[in-house]
């Protein structure tokens, strides 16, 4: 007989749907720090670029030069628009699952120590984490 005093059996799973919202939010804790910090020392770059690139001759510019490299024509660009929004959620909850399992867990422990030893990045990197961790 159950009495209300008897601890309630530890049987119940988790929806398939609540183990995907987990891994996504984890992938986010994940992902955030990271891609906020490339985000970051990306647009100090095209800040730099923005200043120095017009003092550079046209012939010489990255971009001209790759396309010339490759033999692109510079009139091709595809454009699908809500895929790269579909790729982001298919990436963040593998990451999020892959970041639950050991082997996640000692790779980010590596490659944070690896930005730990960035004189920089480690800065950025550190105040995005801890804001990230914060919110999420």
Do not use: C
Not at 14 to 36: C, E
Not at 73 to 83: A, I, K, L, M
Not at 100 to 110: L, N, T, Y
């Amino acid at each position: 007989m159950n009495t209300p005093f008897d601890p309630e059996p530890i049987t119940t799973r988790r929806s398939l749907v609540a183990r995907i919202r987990a891994s996504f939010l984890t992938g986010l804790v994940v992902i955030a720090p990271v891609a906020l910090t490339l985000w970051l020392i990306w647009s100090v770059i095209g800040w730099i670029d923005g200043f120095v690139l017009p003092l550079v001759p046209k012939a010489y510019h990255p971009d001209r030069l790759i396309q010339d490299f490759l033999g692109l024509d510079p009139s091709v660009q595809v454009n699908v628009r809500g895929f790269g929004v579909v790729i982001f959620f298919l990436f963040t909850i593998l990451m999020g699952w892959i970041a639950k399992g050991i082997i996640g867990r000692s790779m980010i422990r590596f490659a944070e120590s690896l930005v730990e030893r960035t004189p920089v990045v480690r800065t950025i990197y550190s105040g995005i984490k801890q804001i990230s961790e914060t919110i999420f």
